[in-house]
């Protein structure tokens, strides 16, 4: 059993070079991690299996009630309408519509994301893009076997920023990096709703090679409760409820809760299991901020009902996920 008490050595503080690296003094692992129960799937009044993850609700700054609201946790894709907040100016007069629906997506890799995506780079500045190789996430009819780029989910973020280098003098080499000042930027994003004294406990490199960094379930609620009451400070906001097939795509939960909620909520996936919601309600004048995460990872299927639920009590429609085999799911 790993040393909780052994100081791993670190690059910079931030990216560990040991393999032992997540078992940390502070940082809750396994069974430590305190995730609540989220859905109940029961045959015959039978409980068959129980979905554990956390929820966090905030309006404004403050936070407004959770179940594992402390779970500590990687905003991952999540975070990418934040992450384009402080390129958003810069960006606003080179990029058209789909293009910045795409800046802040995590598409399935069809042909009209990989034409937004592309449109945001000149081609002699595509080669720069180091999003990983990959194939479309659906596919229909004719299947693409061959890994592209381009293909890869976050291949509009990564495009997005090397245009923004390029626009504000920023150095494009090297722009993955938590050094980088795109990083900086991002994390003093982060600090105007958490606080000029907040820093993250941990920072990783995510799936498509950017950092993310970590936060509690009730932090996240509080950053996207943030873009609800900003939503007029940037084209975000716009961006994503004007095209939101471009966000995500065919049958993707986001996609689907901005279409079904008019204009009123923003929604964003996030890798193993997140979704965040920023709303508009009456109720909330300072932003709602509502955040998911189930704990096993990405599963659609729960989470679109915990979606379903929350909106649903607060008067919008999301219709239901695909049907159960003779199962009910309570919440």
């Known amino acids: 059993m790993p040393n909780s008490d052994i ?27 305190e995730w609540e129960p989220l859905v109940d799937y029961r045959r015959n009044g039978v409980s068959e299996t129980t979905i554990h993850g956390a929820v966090a609700w905030a309006h404004g700054g403050s936070s407004i009630h959770s179940f594992g609201g402390n779970v ?46 592309q449109a945001i780079l000149p081609e002699e500045d595509q080669g720069l893009m180091q999003a990983p190789l990959d194939v479309p996430l659906i596919q229909f009819g004719r299947q693409v076997r061959r890994p592209r780029r381009w293909f890869h989910c976050c291949s509009g973020e990564h495009a997005a920023v090397l245009r923004a280098c390029q ?20 994390l003093q994003t982060l600090r105007r709703y ?24 009730t932090e996240l609620a509080v950053l996207f409760a943030g873009l609800a009451d900003g939503k007029e400070e940037d ?45 508009l309600h009456d109720d909330f004048p300072e932003g709602l901020g509502i955040v998911i995460k189930v704990a096993h990872g990405w599963d659609p299927r729960a989470i679109w009902y915990v979606a379903r639920g929350i909106l649903g009590v607060l008067g919008f429609d999301l219709r239901n996920p695909y049907p159960l085999e003779k199962q009910k799911a309570f919440l």
């Open 194 to 217: 958490l606080g000029d004294d907040w820093s993250p406990l941990k920072v990783a490199r995510d799936g498509c090679g950017m950092p993310t960094v970590s936060n509690t379930v």
């Open 235 to 279: 084209w975000i906001w716009d961006a994503m409820v004007d095209y939101p097939d471009i966000v995500g795509g065919f049958n993707r939960l986001d996609s689907t809760v901005l279409k079904a909620c008019e204009g009123r909520v923003l929604a964003k996936e996030g890798a193993d299991g997140l979704l965040g919601l920023a709303i």
């Open 7 to 33: 100081a791993y050595p670190e690059v910079a503080g931030l990216y560990p070079v040991s393999p032992l690296g997540e078992s940390q003094r502070g940082i809750p692992t396994g069974r430590d991690v």
């Open 167 to 186: 626009e504000l003098g920023w150095p494009q080499a090297g722009y993955m990096l938590p050094s980088h000042p795109f990083f900086e930027a991002y």
């Open 72 to 117: 500590l946790c990687y905003g991952r894709s999540m975070m990418k309408p934040l992450m384009m907040k402080p390129l958003a100016e810069a960006l606003s007069s080179a990029l058209d519509g789909p293009s910045r629906a795409i800046a802040v997506s995590s598409h399935n890799g069809d042909a009209s994301h990989v034409a937004a995506a």
